[in-house]
């Protein structure tokens, strides 16, 4: 079994700064892309940043130059850096990570945290 747990979230001022983690544990293997996205109310679910196993990286639009998402493939962890918040980021945040063996592919989601920027 596999447990996504989340952490870093809370809430900021605008223009401020959070990082947020994932850190994956139980029998995961073979790791591939590792995703952030996020669900602010009343929308729906978005993509906001990728790194694949090579570190290669891409973002939504309104997230470049302010996140950043790297990972720790020897911590099973994915990280987002975000700076210069400002209240659209407001959102609960949610990490998502592949894995794929023996041709066999599996997708895993952590339980959300809340990033709250106030104006």
């Known amino acids: 079994q596999v447990h996504l747990v989340e952490s870093g979230g809370g809430l900021v001022q605008a223009g401020g700064s959070l990082r947020l983690s994932c850190a994956a544990s139980?029998?995961?293997?073979?790791?591939?892309?590792m995703r952030w996205h996020r669900q602010a109310p009343g929308k729906q679910r978005e993509l906001v940043a990728t790194?694949?196993?090579?570190?290669?990286?891409n973002y939504a639009d309104s997230v470049k130059g302010r996140f950043t998402i790297s990972r720790d493939n020897t911590k099973n962890t994915v990280y987002l850096q975000m700076n210069s918040l400002n209240s659209e980021d407001t959102a609960v945040y949610y990490c998502?990570?592949?894995?794929?063996?023996?041709?066999?592919?599996?997708?895993?989601w952590g339980q959300g945290i809340l990033v709250t920027v106030s104006s």
């Open positions: 998502n990570i592949e894995s794929q063996l023996f041709g066999i592919k599996s997708s895993y």
């Open positions: 790194i694949t196993r090579s570190g290669d990286t």
């Open positions: 139980g029998s995961i293997f073979s790791i591939t892309s």
